[in-house]
């Protein structure tokens, strides 16, 4: 089901980034805004995966679990981040090769959708999913 979670997560990374890449010659701020988005995601990768790591080799050394379960979970949180930085990297490739054309796709969003999807990614990251806690304590 993560998988499944993840794939939505990307798809609408995609189509925030084409709507960006769509709009850029009528803003030239949105090549920046997109360059920062790709940035910002990619880090994010890293820092959920080494958080993640960290937190498992926390856990298995107060608990003492099998050697090679441990290196089951390390695998599969290793291949989904990797997954994830290749769909970046394919993100950012397809946007250099195309650079100049202009091609307008019938899949892309209008500007109410790119708020929308903003607004949503926007809270599934960690401060805005910890809001709440800050405001209470």
């Known amino acids: 089901q993560a998988s499944g979670g993840e794939d939505e997560i ?40 080494e958080k993640a790591i960290k937190s498992q ?17 390390t695998g599969k949180i290793m291949h989904r981040a990797e997954s994830r930085k290749m ?19 019938s899949d892309t969003v209008d500007y109410e959708d790119a708020c929308l999807i903003v607004r949503y990614l926007a809270s599934m990251r960690p401060f805005a999913q910890s809001f709440d806690i800050y405001l209470t304590q």
């Open 10 to 49: 990307q798809q609408l990374q995609k189509a925030l980034l084409d709507y960006l890449d769509k709009n850029t010659e009528i803003d030239a701020s949105l090549v920046f805004s997109r360059k920062f988005y790709i940035a910002q995601w990619f880090r994010d990768t890293t820092m959920e995966t």
């Open 57 to 73: 080799k926390d856990e298995d050394s107060s608990e003492g679990t099998h050697h090679a379960k441990d290196v089951e979970t």
């Open 87 to 105: 769909f970046l990297r394919s993100i950012i490739k397809t946007a250099s090769s195309q650079f100049g054309t202009w091609k307008m796709k």
